[in-house]
């Protein structure tokens, strides 16, 4: 199983270098990748009564192809994964090229989560529409497999059409492997029927064995083995001890699950170099369990 670590988005703040220093740091401990979060707008909550996103125009988040093409020529190793990027509110022949550039830039090590959303007030701004988003998505995914895998492109969809057209250069990935976040039933059948990967939001002691069952059964339905797609799940610091920590890696591992991740966000944690001490101690523990 993988070890990665996610990105701080929310706590890193917006100095360069303490940015930098923390991508440094979880290549040297030897983790195998890292996973930022995205968002592109934050709404005012105080504008919004019964507000319930999970963020806000407060929290700050940088944004992840432009982190990673700056990251890119900061690290050697690790793998930067988007997870994951809002796919539908954003234009996809830009995602094809954007994420190609990072691919090139940083010698393949790109791999791209993708999901639907929850925030609409993004999608408005975006001028994308809200309603249609999962199964727009579905054809999105064919429209950049298809840019990263030939020179030239003709394509005519329900919301895409491409004549004779092509991205240069192409990524080194051919084609760049796309993973889908969301625990909805219609995302398990998503990732079963295209999907390279999943990322589970439930814990690995609450609901995610039902969810991975679910999912195998509809990798099957589709004619693939299950064991063609990847499951990352994510510990996170801000429940339990360290000793918690471990159990959960522990118990993804059983599950069958190919990566996971540690997130440090929301556990009391101030500046960079706590956030680089946190991960440090979990890869400590993780060796000598």
């Given at each position: 199983?993988?070890v990665?670590?996610?990105?701080?988005?929310?706590?890193?703040?917006?100095?360069?270098?303490?940015?930098?220093?923390?991508?440094?740091?979880?290549?040297?401990?030897?983790?195998?990748?890292?996973?930022?979060?995205?968002?592109?707008?934050?709404?005012?909550?105080?504008?919004?009564?019964?507000?319930?996103?999970?963020?806000?125009?407060?929290?700050?988040?940088?944004?992840?192809?432009?982190?990673?093409?700056?990251?890119?020529?900061?690290?050697?190793?690790?793998?930067?994964?988007?997870?994951?990027?809002?796919?539908?509110?954003?234009?996809?022949?830009?995602?094809?090229?954007?994420?190609?550039?990072?691919?090139?830039?940083?010698?393949?090590?790109?791999?791209?989560?993708?999901?639907?959303?929850?925030?609409?007030?993004?999608?408005?701004?975006l001028?994308?529409?809200?309603?249609?988003?999962?199964?727009?998505?579905?054809?999105?995914?064919?429209?950049?497999?298809?840019?990263?895998?030939?020179?030239?492109?003709?394509?005519?969809?329900?919301?895409?059409?491409?004549?004779?057209?092509?991205?240069n250069?192409?990524?080194?990935?051919r084609?760049?492997?796309?993973?889908?976040?969301?625990?909805?039933?219609?995302?398990?059948?998503?990732?079963?029927?295209?999907?390279?990967?999943?990322?589970p939001?439930?814990?690995?002691?609450?609901?995610?064995?039902?969810?991975?069952?679910a999912?195998?059964?509809?990798?099957?339905?589709?004619?693939?083995?299950?064991s063609?797609?990847?499951?990352?799940?994510?510990?996170?610091?801000?429940?339990?001890?360290?000793?918690?920590?471990?159990?959960?890696?522990?118990?993804?591992?059983?599950?069958?699950?190919?990566?996971?991740?540690?997130?440090?966000?929301?556990?009391?944690?101030?500046?960079?170099?706590?956030?680089?001490?946190?991960?440090?101690?979990?890869?400590?523990?993780?060796?000598t369990?």
């Amino acid at each position: 199983m993988r070890v990665g670590v996610v990105f701080p988005q929310t706590e890193i703040g917006s100095d360069p270098i303490q940015v930098r220093d923390f991508a440094q740091a979880v290549e040297g401990l030897g983790y195998d990748h890292l996973l930022s979060y995205d968002h592109i707008l934050g709404a005012n909550s105080k504008s919004r009564p019964g507000w319930s996103g999970f963020y806000d125009h407060a929290d700050l988040f940088h944004e992840p192809f432009v982190l990673y093409g700056y990251l890119a020529g900061l690290t050697e190793r690790i793998e930067l994964v988007t997870g994951i990027i809002i796919l539908p509110q954003r234009q996809t022949a830009l995602v094809a090229k954007q994420a190609a550039a990072v691919d090139v830039l940083s010698g393949g090590r790109l791999r791209l989560g993708v999901g639907i959303g929850w925030n609409d007030v993004e999608y408005e701004a975006l001028g994308e529409n809200f309603g249609n988003r999962g199964r727009r998505s579905e054809e999105q995914v064919k429209v950049l497999r298809s840019l990263w895998t030939n020179e030239l492109v003709t394509f005519e969809g329900d919301w895409h059409k491409i004549t004779d057209a092509g991205l240069n250069p192409m990524p080194v990935q051919r084609p760049i492997p796309i993973w889908f976040g969301g625990e909805a039933d219609a995302v398990l059948r998503r990732v079963g029927q295209i999907g390279d990967g999943w990322f589970p939001i439930a814990s690995p002691a609450n609901g995610a064995r039902v969810q991975i069952d679910a999912l195998h059964a509809y990798a099957r339905e589709a004619g693939r083995a299950p064991s063609e797609i990847g499951i990352e799940g994510f510990v996170r610091m801000r429940d339990g001890s360290l000793k918690d920590w471990i159990k959960d890696a522990a118990l993804w591992k059983d599950l069958g699950a190919t990566h996971v991740s540690i997130e440090t966000m929301k556990a009391n944690l101030v500046g960079a170099q706590a956030h680089i001490d946190a991960i440090r101690r979990f890869k400590e523990a993780l060796a000598t369990d």
